[in-house]
Nanobody, 115 residues
Framework: QVQLVESGGGLVQPGGPLRLPCAAS????????MGWYRQAPGKQRDLVAT???????NYADSVKGRFTISRDNAKNTVYLQMNSLKPEDTAVYYC?????????WGQGTQVTVSS
């Protein structure tokens, strides 16, 4: 059993920063891909960023240069540092860990960018 717990969401003004941590617990394989996805109202869930256990990153074009994904393998925790936030970044952000092709999801955390 794998559990993912996100935190750090909230209301932030345009241009501001926000950091989302996600802690994974349970049977976590050493080789995995941890990442973040987001879903805005009425839209599909989209990739934001992923980071493999080997250190390879992948970012959505819309967040490149503004968001940074990192992880602490010893703590099975992945972070999403979001800077220069825009109203269009408003969404529910979901943590994900993929092991052997099987995805696990957190419950999501709301991020609202508004003045």
């Amino acid at each position: 059993q794998v559990q993912l717990v996100e935190s750090g969401g909230g209301l932030v003004q345009p241009g501001g920063p926000l950091r989302l941590p996600c802690a994974a617990s349970g049977s976590i394989c050493s080789r995995n891909i941890m990442g973040w996805y987001r879903q805005a109202p009425g839209k599909q869930r989209d990739l934001v960023a992923t980071l493999t256990s080997g250190g390879i990153t992948n970012y959505a074009d819309s967040v490149k240069g503004r968001f940074t994904i990192s992880r602490d393998n010893a703590k099975n925790t992945v972070y999403l540092q979001m800077n220069s936030l825009k109203p269009e970044d408003t969404a529910v952000y979901y943590c994900n860990v993929n092991m052997r092709g099987f995805p696990y999801w957190g419950q999501g955390t709301q991020v609202t960018v508004s003045s």
